[in-house]
């Protein structure tokens, strides 16, 4: 069961880290208020290209800090959950 548990862990913070680049790529598009094919360089120039790139940049700065941060909360909590036994019994 710990195994599940574990990789269905994983697996969320997979699925957050492509979401959020996803979102930060929305996001910026959004922001330009540019849906066409302009922004994508199918029809614009380098310009619109570079955007995206810095809005997958972006998203992905966004995605590793966010998904770092609860990574090392899980860490930090599965670290307390296997020391309060110890406690437990100290007491």
Do not use: H
């Not at 810095?54 to 090392?72: E, M, P, R």
């Amino acid at each position: 069961m710990k195994f599940i548990i574990i990789n269905s862990f994983r697996t969320m913070v997979y699925v957050a880290y492509i979401s959020i680049i996803i979102g930060g790529i929305a996001l910026g598009i959004y922001q330009k208020g540019e849906f066409t094919g302009e922004l994508l360089g199918l029809t614009g120039g380098l310009a619109q290209l570079a955007d995206f790139a810095v809005f997958a940049f972006g998203g992905w700065v966004a995605a590793s800090l966010i998904c770092g941060l609860i990574v090392t909360l899980l860490d930090i909590r599965d670290d307390i959950n296997d020391r309060l036994p110890d406690a437990r019994r100290d007491m």
